[in-house]
């Protein structure tokens, strides 16, 4: 009884570990050789073009904003003081800026001008040269970006322009010496 117990055993231990044998013989080529080079080719591809797309869509967005839209901003004066009613203005590069200046002043002329950074004085000089006929401003001057002209007591103007790259720019008045008082930031996003 034993012995042939033990011979059972034998045998069935044997029928396992082959079928277990066959089995795992079977499944893993299969398992290896089909799946895993499909998954991990796609895998790379998928990664790729996923990291080309984020580069290549700021890339076309960068150029896209240019005219593509327009915002319509007002400025006055602080009545006859040598000073606007405010120091900051703010529009996203690409932009088409209309500034619509309003001089409420009873005696003074102004003009309003966005130029580079830094420059309002150096502008506001050479358009003292450039004269009155010239609205005050040098002509042709690659640091005036937008201008209105020059407006008397009580007239309106526009200065319509496309804001440049994101950046801080200065607007001013360029009537000769209301430069030093007459000035603030414009914030290109
Ligand atoms: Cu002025």
Known sequence: ??????ILLGLLSAIMLLSIACGS???????????????TIPVDQRAAEPTMAPTSVPATK?????GSGVITLDIDVN????QFNISEMSAD???EVVVNFTNSS?????????VESGTKDAV????TTAGPTNNWLPVGDSRVIGNTPVLGPGESGTATFIAPVAGTYQFVCTFPGHNFTMFGDFIVN
Do not use: I, Q
């Open 79 to 82: 009545g006859d003081a040598l």
């Open 106 to 114: 009873g005696v003074n002329s102004h003009n309003w001008a966005v």
């Open 93 to 95: 590069a690409g932009t």
């Open 1 to 6: 009884m034993r012995n042939s117990l033990v």
């Open 124 to 127: 506001s000089v050479d358009g």
């Open 62 to 66: 960068a150029p896209a904003p240019v």
């Open 25 to 39: 013989d079977e499944a893993d080529p299969n398992a290896t050789a089909t799946p895993a080079p499909p998954s």
